[in-house]
């Protein structure tokens, strides 16, 4: 009995308390549910950000950009005897990897041929001298008795013309007038046949002289050969490949050694469209697309963390059109002096040296300086947003624009003039803006001046 009146009890009081846990709890939720009264007529509280905001500057120092390259030779000379024969001296610079400078003897083919053929031509030449001047001596004879010969014409004639009178007046017999014309007639065949013997010595005296000419000719390239027989460098620098002997015979035209310039050195690049575009737009220069304006460029080459520079000139097209794969423009960078190295950063304490020139395959950096002909704005890089996109500060409001972005440099970035209507007056912002509205209020700071508070 008792054991039951205790299960009452128990179940009653658990009752009571799941129902005052129930009252209370929607005591609790309908003062939640409770709307608050709002004061009629009041504004939203005013919130300003503050901002950090630097000047836009204006640009004056062009534009320089980075590019990779590739060290190529200028050129590569190959030596060609122009002659042929046996080669009996060979210079010892005249080996694989050997510098040689330009005029320095290479090779010397025998030239005993070429000396005797030039003393056979020298003999010859003398002989048609000879022949010349004794031609010219008959000449001169032969006018003198040309010479003569017309004066005994003269008298022939003026007795003829005595004798025809003296026949007309029947002073002299037909005899004495046939011996009168015999004797003019005479004279006039001895001044025909010395006409034509002069004919011919002048005649002969243009055969000599063409032959001597032609001798003299035929000297001139016998001499030119023997010359030839010492075949010499024509460039300074490094024997690249060597292919003969001593004692050894070569053709005319055969390539016996190859020689790399290194007086220049070029570089091979590629360059952007619109890098070129900055290279085509500078002051002063005219430009048919194919022809750049020469183009200042600084060359740099890194080893260990250790750098050095050379100076060279972007001036060329590499072919005539961009690269089918990367669409970019090849081109050259000549260097016109390999050995003039700079020292840029050194390693304190570092006992490396700097290269002594450039050499052929290196692979380098580029930096171009180029100046466009174009008004350029520089800003921080930390106020570039996403989109190209960036905020002033102007008389306590934000304002977004969006730029045309040139190029990024070591200390801020680079955007057109005419993007939009900016200014060097006008405050760009470079603090992190959380969720910025246009027109926003901001109060400015750290300026570069001093603290503006605007409102």
Known sequence: MKTIQTSIKSVLFQSAVSLILLVLTGIIIGILMTPKEVPKNSDPPITMNTVE??????????IDFKVDGEVIPFRQLDIVPEIEGRIVYKSDNCRLG??????????????????LEVEL????????????????????????????????????????????ILAQRNAISAAELDTALSSLLSAEETIQK??????????????????????EITLKTVKLNLERTEVKAPINGIVTADSFEVNSFVQRG????KILDTSKLEIQCSLYMKQ?????????????????????????YEIDGEQWTWEGTLQTLDGGGLNAVTRMVPCRVKVDDPQAVHSVHVAENSTNHAPPTLFSGMYVSIIVHSKPAVSLY?????ALLPGNTIWT??????????????????????FYADSEELSPSDLVVVSPLAAPVEGGNVRVINTGTKDVAQK
């Open 378 to 382: 520089r800003i921080p890089e930390k």
């Open 98 to 115: 050997h510098s040689v400078r330009s005029g320095e003897i290479l090779l010397r083919i025998d030239p005993t041929d070429y000396t």
């Open 254 to 257: 055969t390539s016996v050694a």
């Open 276 to 300: 070129i575009q900055w290279i085509w737009r500078q002051d002063g220069t005219e430009n048919n697309g194919y022809v750049f304006p020469p183009t200042p460029a600084t060359i740099l």
């Open 393 to 414: 500060a102007t008389n306590g409001k934000l304002h977004r624009h969006t730029i045309r972005v040139a190029t990024t440099i070591p200390d801020g970035v680079l």
């Open 121 to 164: 031509l020298i003999e010859t030449i003398e002989q048609a001298k000879v022949n010349l001047a004794e031609n010219t001596v008959q000449i001169d004879n032969t006018k003198k008795e040309l010479e003569l010969a017309t004066k005994q014409l003269e008298l022939r004639q003026r007795d003829w013309e005595r004798n025809q």
């Open 53 to 62: 905001a630097v000047p836009i500057e204006r640009h004056y120092g062009g």
């Open 194 to 215: 010395l006409n034509n013997q002069l004919n011919i010595y002048e005649t002969q005296k243009n055969k000599f002289a063409v032959a001597l000419r032609k001798e």
